[in-house]
């Protein structure tokens, strides 16, 4: 089954961070457990960036496609999102902050 791109990037982001400093040293079932979490926390990350740009219009659409849940949620936010110019690369550069900063605390 192919992963549409904004997981894709999640799990790159999850595994560079899992690569780094002490969490390499960690067993499979902690390294697994983290990994849940982290993918949660960055697509958090992404709902959150996004909804902090968008019209309280645009928030109760997502909120709807939420009710609904999964693809239909995927759908709407890639939809909204391009109704939002700059989003992409706010979100990206967030994610990106945020993964360093992960792996510089997996370093210490």
């Given at each position: 089954?192919?992963?549409?791109?904004?997981t894709?990037?999640?799990?790159s982001?999850?595994e560079?961070v899992l690569n780094s400093?002490?969490?390499?040293?960690?067993?499979e079932?902690?390294r697994?457990?983290?990994?849940?979490?982290?993918q949660e926390h960055?697509h958090?990350?992404?709902?959150?960036t996004?909804?902090n740009?968008?019209?309280?219009d645009?928030?109760e659409?997502?909120n709807?496609?939420l009710?609904?849940?999964?693809?239909?949620t995927?759908?709407?936010?890639?939809e909204l999102?391009?109704?939002?110019?700059?989003?992409a690369?706010d979100i990206?550069e967030r994610?990106?902050?945020?993964?360093?900063?992960?792996?510089?605390l997996?370093?210490?």
């Amino acid at each position: 089954m192919t992963q549409d791109p904004t997981t894709e990037y999640i799990n790159s982001l999850v595994e560079q961070v899992l690569n780094s400093g002490q969490y390499q040293e960690l067993e499979e079932q902690k390294r697994e457990e983290i990994r849940g979490k982290l993918q949660e926390h960055f697509h958090n990350i992404i709902i959150d960036t996004a909804v902090n740009r968008m019209t309280d219009d645009q928030v109760e659409e997502l909120n709807n496609a939420l009710e609904q849940g999964g693809e239909k949620t995927e759908t709407k936010m890639t939809e909204l999102s391009a109704q939002i110019p700059g989003l992409a690369e706010d979100i990206e550069e967030r994610l990106n902050r945020e993964a360093e900063q992960l792996q510089k605390l997996g370093s210490e």
